[in-house]
């Protein structure tokens, strides 16, 4: 588990789809949020906004990504989940993605 003062995150599952590939993190927040994802340390290439999906409760975020989205998963190097305006994140490589995602295929 990833833990900080008011963010909890449980589980990050990857798992490929007919069209791309779908991140699953269930977690347990204590104050609403945003999430987004994106390549640091803009978000040039890659970047995916949800307004207020962590809300205060044990909950579950799902992020889809068609196969353009996937290739650029592979290729930036580096993702970024944000959670907030604080400094929550996790960091998935691209390397990772692809071992797990060539897994699961």
Not at 2 to 31: C, M, N, R
Not at 41 to 56: E, F, S, T
């Amino acid at each position: 588990m990833i833990e900080s003062s008011d963010l909890s995150i449980v589980s990050v599952k990857l798992s490929p789809s007919k069209t791309g590939a779908q991140f699953v993190i269930v977690y347990k927040s204590k104050e609403s949020r945003y999430m987004d994802v994106f390549n640091p340390p803009n978000g040039n290439r890659l970047l995916k906004y949800q307004d207020k999906i962590a809300n205060p409760v044990n909950g579950q975020a799902t992020f889809t990504f068609n196969q353009k989205e996937v290739a650029t998963l592979l290729d930036v190097g580096l993702v970024a989940f944000k959670f907030g305006n604080k400094s929550d994140f996790l960091f998935v490589t691209s390397s990772d993605i692809a071992v797990i995602l060539n897994n699961k295929a």
